[in-house]
């Protein structure tokens, strides 16, 4: 310690401030080396602020002694990862941001005297909040706001009027929202009104752009989703090849090319047949009527008359009979009657077209040895069975049909596009996940070396050279001064060797210091 502050006492007022400096600055680089490492990750927790909501997001944050930074002119609150979702709920309790729209708890403040008008447009205010809310949670969606028209009830419905809805988007930039996307919103806000019809949803963008289709596109809105489930069927037939014919040939080694239109005419096809060797009695009548009559009786009526001894006795008319028979009979011709809907998005025919790389062996060079350059390597086709096989594998890979005229070309071209190494691909994606995995690790971890460095090759050689001897100077032997000329013209006519020796021998220690730092400095001049 003794030596070290003797060192730096030796050194000039320059010297010290130089040490002291750089000595600050090295202490002070490791702290702020360790807080940059432990520094917490910051995500955006809300962004696209307006002023008044930034400000009451602020307050509450300050409250609760959360960690928070505001960025790009106070749009922006960035919180620490590991809090952001527990801050959002904590937010969205208490109604912030407001500047999507207020909800359904606005009905948690009630007061006296409310009237049924007020509770409706608060009912409404409420919906277009809660609906811009959801709607803002898509990852396109950077600001939404929602406006409802909900007539009053009629009592006829002739005289009611439909509930219209329309949306307005703010889109992020680079992330238009597909047609899809927008038919869902167009659901969601039909779904979440009573009465609202999806026909009279409009969805505009910030920049007046009509996103949502009305009944006048349906048709271009079928075709556009027609074309879609065609590729979708092409893709997942192009897979099934591709994934087969890569565990046979291997990767890179072939190219498939589906084209599959498909059938979307919806026919209804209705059957009537009649079948008249098939024949059934459909009702049945039958009549029959016997009558007998006889003879006029002559006599005086009593009881006499009416016996028929005395009727045979006293003669008269011969008797009569009449017979009457009717049959009907109804036959039903058997019939049959079919109901018939084929079925839409039927394939109507396949048309597959394969390419297959062939196989490559090695060239034979002048000295009758194989060359080892890929390049030089000589293109062979493969077999005709082979190919013959690839065809009869791809025919049960997508369903061939011949009555349905599909059609499948299998051909063995030479390739002309290197194939990708395995062991680069491997190495990249591991690279890959090792960062994904590990990356937060690393980070402090990197700063701790750097510290350590600083302290080694910066703290270090200035200790180093403090601690380290300085090279004294040389003591002239305590004498006094010459008392006379005479005296001192005695003392300098010695030569200078003579007095280095005079000196050396005075004071070795001193004169072997000397020495080493003479070779030192010549050392360093040669260097």
């Given at each position: ?11 000039t ?36 602020l ?185 893709r ?67 009881v ?11 003669g ?126 690393l980070?402090?971890?990197l700063?701790?070396?750097l ?22 100077g ?33 004071n ?18 040669k260097?």
């Amino acid at each position: 310690m003794d030596s070290l502050l003797g060192n730096f006492q030796a050194l000039t007022l320059t010297q010290r401030i130089g040490v002291v400096v750089v000595l600050a600055l090295a202490l002070a680089t490791i702290p702020m080396l360790m807080l940059v490492g432990k520094a917490p990750e910051l995500v955006v927790l809300f962004s696209q602020l307006n002023p008044d909501d930034t400000r009451a997001i602020i307050q509450e944050l300050g409250k609760q002694g959360a960690v928070y930074e505001v960025g790009e002119g106070g749009n922006t609150i960035k919180v620490p990862a590991e809090r952001v979702h527990e801050l959002r709920l904590q937010l969205a309790s208490l109604g912030l941001p407001e500047s999507a729209g207020v909800g359904f708890e606005i009905f948690d403040r009630t007061g006296l005297g409310v009237t049924p008008f007020t509770q409706q447009m608060n009912y409404r205010r409420a919906l277009q909040g809660e609906l811009a809310r959801t709607i803002g949670q898509l990852s396109q969606v950077e600001r939404v706001r929602v406006h409802l028209v909900m007539p009053e009830k009629r009592l006829f419905a002739t005289e009611q009027k439909p509930a219209q809805a329309a949306v307005v988007l703010t889109l992020k930039r680079g992330a238009p929202l597909g047609g899809t996307q927008v038919q869902g919103i167009v659901h969601l806000v039909a779904s979440s009104v009573e009465g609202l019809e999806p026909n009279q949803v409009t969805v505009v963008d910030n920049h007046g752009q009509v996103l949502s289709q009305n009944s006048a596109d349906s048709d271009a809105q079928l075709t556009a989703s027609q074309i879609e489930t065609q590729r979708r069927v092409e893709r997942d037939l192009e897979q099934r090849v591709q994934t087969m014919l890569d565990q046979v040939l291997g990767r890179d080694k072939s190219v498939i090319r589906v084209t599959a239109p498909l059938e979307f005419r919806q026919v209804e096809i209705t059957e009537e047949s009649f079948d008249p060797n098939s024949q059934v009695v459909r009702s049945e009548n039958r009549s029959q009527e016997k009558v007998v009559e006889a003879g006029s009786t002559q006599g005086v009526p009593g009881v006499r008359t009416n016996v028929p001894n005395d009727l045979q006795a006293s003669g008269g008319g011969r008797p009569k009979e009449a017979k009457r028979k009717n049959e009907t009979l109804n036959y039903e011709v058997n019939r049959k009657v079919s109901k018939i809907i084929e079925p839409t998005g039927a394939i109507k025919r396949l048309s597959v077209a394969v390419l297959v790389d062939g196989t490559y062996e090695a060239a034979q060079g002048a000295e009758g040895k194989a060359a080892e350059d890929t390049a030089e390597k000589k293109y062979v086709p493969r077999p005709e069975q082979e190919i013959q096989n690839l065809v009869q594998i791809v025919k049960k890979a997508v369903g061939f049909s011949e009555e349905r005229g599909d059609q499948i070309e299998v051909i063995n071209v030479p390739f002309e596009s290197p194939t990708i190494l395995e062991g680069e691909e491997s190495l990249t994606a591991g690279v890959q996940s090792f960062l994904a995995s590990w990356g937060g690790f690393l980070k402090p971890i990197l700063f701790f070396l750097l510290g350590v460095m600083v302290l080694w090759f910066v703290v270090r050689p200035i200790a180093l050279n403090l601690t380290k001897a300085t090279a004294g100077g040389v003591v002239l032997p305590q004498k006094g001064l010459p008392a006379t000329v005479t005296q001192y013209e005695a003392e300098i006519s010695e030569t200078p060797q003579e007095q280095a020796i005079k000196l050396a021998a005075d004071n070795p220690a001193s004169a072997a210091q000397v020495i080493r730092t003479w070779i030192k400095e010549e050392q360093g001049e040669k260097a």
